[in-house]
């Protein structure tokens, strides 16, 4: 089995767990480097992203890493507050645009397709102190942005994604404590962010189909986090919690705009409903959508990119939230079970789950009308001491690779995938502590040395050949 020549083989980095160059050449602070900085110990090693792999200084080498792995793509992620310093489109940061103009043209000289986030997670300060994504003008702000990105650089930039992982910014950063803006505000901070994130991606998408499409003729997309979730048993029970379960991690963020019904999907917003009126809420914590607002999300992308890492298992009555307050997890009323044979990861979350980007894809291409996929990331994290001999990255590599080819096969329109990472990388709360790159980095050098792990070669032997060698 081989994969189509035109399959877009890549890697994909975000700019806040690379870059470094954190308050150089006029750029802003944003929400990372306000809260590793003003409270430090909330990341694990109490490092932070000041310097990360330095690929600000470094990004010739990383294309030069590109190009040692025959990678046909890259994904990585502008800086909102590097291009605009106060997150307000008044004022351009002319080293920003500079900057990110250097790094696409070292990987179009030598074939590289660009693939660009607009946003992963390091809003600029300034816009969080008016609310972030609670505020309903983070979709004004966010559309202006938009609009001098796809100016600047979609001339050359064919691929665009809105938003890398609405739940994690909303859930992780709005709901709880485990991302910037650490705000826990859980009885309503997921869902007033999920409404106003995509309107903000329904609007820049607008901005691009309107005013750029026509002389660009590129593609914008968004990126939802994607992970497996099968019923622990076969009981009714079992099943329906996981029905909620798919709905509260991705549904709500890909109903409204892939589905052909529009809005927040049914049985979760019921369950919001129910929940709200129990806790004495005058109205669910979940909000609604204007006609106007769904028609505008309605069919808003020209492509849905997955993140997949995992797959869990989901019971109704077992392993549950205990004294729940009221939150998403309380409104999910269910369990999480990882068997005890899916090989662990350095990570708590991520086990290497069976067949589960085959599951998730097709039930995704059913639900959503068959569009058109790209995975945005996969990949698999080791601890530092395992330095270069990453046998279980390998394998992890091959397991869902051969997935792959299998959603090919269930005739999913499918046309890329992106490994997680391309380099070691600050990995959000967890620091420096857990690595996910192809290529190792030296973060004690201040040359920040690179260097493939055995990984790096299996996946250049994939890419370059269109198959798995499982003997290679
Ligand atoms: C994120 C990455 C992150 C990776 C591993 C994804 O959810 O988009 O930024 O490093 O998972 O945790």
């Known amino acids: 089995r081989k994969f189509p020549d035109d399959f877009l083989f890549g890697t994909a980095t975000a700019s806040y767990q690379i870059e470094g160059a954190w308050n150089e050449d006029g750029k802003g602070e944003n929400i990372w480097d306000y809260m590793t900085h003003n409270n430090p110990t909330v990341i694990k090693d109490v490092s932070n992203g000041d310097i990360a792999a330095d690929s600000y200084h470094n990004y010739k080498r990383d294309v030069e890493i590109m190009r040692e792995l025959s990678l046909d793509a890259y994904r990585f992620s502008l800086s909102w507050s590097r291009i605009l310093p106060t ?12 900057f990110y103009n250097n790094y696409i043209n070292e990987m179009l000289k030598y074939n590289i397709t660009p693939m660009i986030t607009l946003y992963h997670w390091d809003l600029p300060q300034k816009l969080q102190e008016l609310g972030g994504f609670a505020n309903p003008y983070i979709s004004d702000w966010y559309a202006d942005y938009a609009r001098v990105v796809f100016e600047n650089f979609g001339d050359r930039v064919k691929h665009f994604i809105t938003f890398n992982e609405p739940r994690e ?14 705000l826990n505000s859980t009885a309503v901070g997921t869902y007033l962010c999920a409404k106003h994130l995509v309107i903000a991606h329904a609007k820049a998408y607008y901005v691009y189909d309107n ?23 076969d009981s009714d029970e079992d099943h329906f919690a996981t029905e909620i379960k798919r709905q509260s991690e991705w549904g709500l963020y890909a109903h409204p705009i892939f589905s052909s019904e529009g809005g927040f999907p049914k049985e979760f917003s019921q369950r919001i409903a129910e929940k709200s009126a129990q806790q004495g809420y005058a109205k669910s914590r979940l909000p609604e959508f204007t006609a106007e607002e769904k028609a505008l999300v309605q069919g808003s992308s020209d492509f849905f990119g997955v993140n997949h890492y995992t797959g869990y298992l989901i019971s109704a009555t ?13 409104d999910v009323d269910a369990g999480t079970i990882v068997p005890e044979e899916w090989p662990k990861s350095a990570s708590t ?6 067949n589960s980007i085959l599951n998730a894809l097709t039930d995704l291409k059913e639900r959503y009308n068959n569009p058109i996929f790209y995975i945005t990331e996969n990949g698999w994290s080791t601890p530092p001491e395992t330095g270069l001999d990453d046998d279980m990255r390998g394998t992890y590599y091959r397991t869902a690779l051969e997935s792959v080819l299998d ?11 992106m490994a997680w990472s391309l380099i070691d990388n600050f990995e959000w709360m967890q620091g420096y502590a857990e690595r996910f790159g192809l290529y190792s980095v030296d973060f004690e050098d201040p040359a920040r040395t690179r260097t493939p792990r055995k990984s790096a070669f299996i996946y250049k032997h994939i890419v370059s050949n269109r198959f798995i060698d499982h003997t290679y």
């Not at 959603?407 to 995938?417: E, F, H, Q, R, S």
Request: glycine letters at 12%.
């Open 87 to 98: 997150g307000m489109a008044n004022e351009v940061n002319p080293a920003g645009i500079e």
């Open 169 to 182: 910014i909303c859930f992780q950063g709005y709901g709880s404590t485990t991302k910037a803006p650490i």
């Open 211 to 233: 005013e750029f499409r026509p002389t660009q003729g590129g593609q914008c997309g968004i990126t939802i986090s994607v992970n497996w979730f099968a019923p622990y048993t």
């Open 318 to 330: 077992q392993n549950k939230v205990e004294n729940p307050v009221p939150s998403m997890p309380d």
């Open 349 to 354: 979350w991520l086990t290497l789950a069976p």
């Open 407 to 417: 959603t090919l096969d269930a005739g999913v329109n499918l046309k890329g995938y």
